[in-house]
C-alpha cells in the first residue's frame, strides 16, 4: 500500500507539472491559434494519461482490499477448526462488555471443554484428536451458532458468546449440545469413536 501510495503521488506530481508547462504555454503572450489548439491537445492527452493511472491504482487498491480482507479473516479464524480464534473471541467479549455498561444488555458466555482429552489423544493419536476437535466444533456450531460466536478457546476447548440470552436458556442450549456430542460418532481410520464434553456458563 504505501509503495502504491507513493506510485501514485509521484504520477500526480508529473501530471501537475505537465499542466503547469500547458498553462504557462497558453498565457505567453505570442501564442497564435496553432499554439493555443496545440496546447489544449496536450491538455487533454495529459488529463487522459492521468485518468488512465488513476484507474489502475483504483484497481491495484481494489485488489489490495480484497487481500487485507482476506488476511483479516486469517488473523481471526482458527486454523483447525476454521472457528473464530481466540483474538476474535476476546473482541466480542470486549464489545459485550462496553454493551452491558452503556445499557445493561445481557449476554452469557459458554465454555465447553471435551472430556479427558488427554487420554483420548494418548489412546488414538493426535490427529485423532483433531478429529474429535473438529466434531465438536461441528456440532455445537449446529446447535449454538445462529445464537452467537462459537469460538476455539484453545485446544479442546469451546466458548460461544450468545448475546441477548440468558443463563438460564444458555443452560438448555448445552444441554442439547452436550448430548449432541455424546451422540456423534467421531470417524477416524475406519472407527467410530465417541467424545463427551461438559460445558461451563456465566452471565454479565
Known amino acids: 500500500l504505501q509503495d502504491l501510495t507513493r506510485r ?9 507539472v505537465c499542466v503547469q508547462e500547458i498553462n504557462a504555454q497558453l498565457t505567453s503572450d505570442d501564442n497564435d491559434e496553432s499554439a493555443v489548439v496545440a496546447a489544449v ?9 492521468m485518468q488512465r493511472q488513476l484507474d489502475s491504482a483504483e484497481q491495484r487498491l481494489q485488489a489490495q482490499a480484497v487481500q487485507i480482507e482476506s488476511h483479516a479473516v486469517e488473523a481471526r479464524t482458527d486454523s483447525l477448526t476454521q472457528l473464530a480464534n481466540r483474538r476474535a473471541l476476546d473482541d466480542e467479549l470486549t464489545r459485550c462488555v462496553a454493551q452491558f455498561a452503556a445499557c445493561g444488555a445481557v449476554t452469557t458466555v459458554v465454555l465447553f471443554d471435551v472430556d479427558h482429552f ?7 493419536g493426535h490427529q485423532t484428536g483433531d478429529e474429535a476437535c ?15 460466536l462459537v469460538a476455539r478457546y484453545g485446544g ?4 460461544i458468546v450468545l448475546d441477548d440470552c440468558d443463563a438460564t436458556r444458555a443452560c438448555q442450549l448445552c444441554e442439547q449440545a452436550r448430548q449432541a456430542i455424546e451422540a456423534t460418532p467421531v470417524r477416524a481410520g475406519g472407527r467410530e469413536l465417541r467424545v463427551t464434553a461438559s460445558a461451563g456458563v456465566a452471565q454479565i
Not at 118 to 124: E, G, P, T
Open 134 to 148: 473438529r466434531t465438536v466444533d461441528h456440532v455445537v456450531r449446529q446447535v449454538m451458532e445462529e445464537a452467537g
Open 118 to 124: 488427554k487420554r483420548f489423544n494418548d489412546s488414538h
Open 156 to 159: 479442546e476447548e469451546f466458548a
Open 41 to 49: 491537445g496536450q491538455l487533454v492527452d495529459a488529463n487522459r494519461r
Open 8 to 16: 501514485v503521488a509521484a504520477e500526480v506530481d508529473h501530471h501537475a
